[in-house]
């Protein structure tokens, strides 16, 4: 029996450049659709249980980030569900995943997928829940659906903006929104209750459907990084953040979490606004207030490890969260998470994933409560 691989599926990306049946697989990881970024990989293999493959991607060294690679495991998968790490090693040039499917079926991936399907039904069992109301902000580039949570009372003095995946391919970031609105929507949880009594939280899961289908790792389909465009969207470019800046604009923002994984760092950290020439001792103070309720919140957070001071320079102004602090002057965080552990509290047959991305998602409505009572 012959091994066929396949990516025709959603957020599936690989070019294949050669297979044999013993097992030797060479590949490329793809670009994204419109742009010269290379890293994510999404494929299924077929017809290789008990064969030890030896998965090479050729061009792992011209990725975007090849630091990612450096003691990175990728992840697999039989049924989608659940999702493991598998022996991974870099060595300068090419990466090589070694291992022997159980099953005839199995998956690899970058990091554990947040597939469409279980976006829409993140959208529809919220709307459920009386607390919730889910708006259509538009259309995307490919004529996707924007959509939007909005829970509590839109009539609260605060709003907390909170949006995910502009990168679409840091699928943690719509796992630790799904565990922030099953938090919220929870009556049991009291940080919830007590956040919804303060402020209303405008929520999109998903900033980025376009390029989350196509399996890319940082851009939409027209090749924007979203994460650029704040300063001047456009709708031919970058509808998706036109679309949502125009509605903050409409209802104000007291607090603004994007969120977002970093291919490099095993940590969880948060990036501020401390770039920008206004910022000033009072958002400084604040910005550090809720880095320190986020420890004590959850022990995954901490503050050692970072991105570090960089100057000023006209790009800081195309970035979500400091473009919102320098509108609204609130507090604005970039959250990152990892690609592949948390090295305070390692997982070896998980690494970082989306179970523990969601449990910071609740997590983070402890520091938002204490910074919303000021
Ligand atoms: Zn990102």
Redesign the pocket.
């Known amino acids: 029996m012959s091994i066929k691989i396949s990516s025709q599926f959603d957020a599936g990306a690989i070019d294949v450049v050669s297979v044999t049946s013993a097992g030797d697989i060479d590949l490329n990881i793809r670009k994204d659709s419109a742009a010269d970024i290379t890293q994510w990989f999404y494929f299924r293999v077929q017809g290789a249980q008990a064969v030890p493959l030896a998965i090479r991607f050729l061009n792992a060294s011209k990725a975007a980030y090849p630091d990612g690679w450096k003691d990175y495991q990728a992840v697999a998968s039989y049924d989608r569900d659940t999702w493991f790490r598998v022996p991974t090693s870099f060595d300068g040039e090419v990466m090589t995943i070694e291992h022997a499917p159980e099953h005839d079926s199995v998956y690899y991936a970058y990091f554990e997928p947040y597939s469409w399907e279980r976006h829409l039904a993140l959208l529809d069992s919220a709307q459920l829940s009386p607390l919730t109301q889910l708006v259509d902000l538009g259309s995307t580039v490919d004529g996707r659906d924007l959509n939007m949570l909005i829970i509590g009372d839109q009539e609260a003095e605060k709003k907390v903006w909170v949006i995910a995946r ?2 679409p391919g ?1 699928t943690m ?1 719509e796992w630790f929104v799904e565990g922030m609105v099953e938090a919220l929507l929870d009556p049991a949880d009291p940080f919830a209750s007590q956040c919804l009594k303060e402020a209303c939280f405008y929520i999109v899961p998903n900033m980025n459907p376009d390029g989350s289908v196509r399996g890319n790792l ?1 851009t939409n389909a027209a090749g924007a990084n979203l ?1 650029r465009e704040w300063n001047e969207p456009s709708m031919a470019l970058s509808p998706e953040v036109y679309l949502v800046k125009q509605k903050m604009q409409e209802t104000g923002c007291d607090m603004f979490l994007d969120i ?3 291919e490099g760092l095993p940590y969880v950290f948060v990036a501020g606004s401390d770039a920008l020439p206004t910022f000033s001792k009072e958002q400084k103070a604040a910005q550090e207030k809720f880095i320190e309720d986020f420890k004590i919140a959850s022990p995954d957070f901490q503050s050692e490890h970072g991105y570090g001071e960089s100057p000023y320079t006209p790009e800081v102004l195309t970035m979500g969260s400091p473009h919102i602090t320098h509108l609204f002057g609130c507090l604005s965080l970039t959250l ?1 998470m990892p690609f592949k552990d948390n090295a305070n509290d390692p997982d070896e047959v998980n690494g970082w994933n989306g179970a523990r991305s969601a449990k910071l998602g609740a997590a983070i409505l402890q520091p938002v409560l204490r910074s919303l009572r000021g």
């Open positions: 502009q990168h840091e970031a940082r994460n977002h994984g970093d990152e």
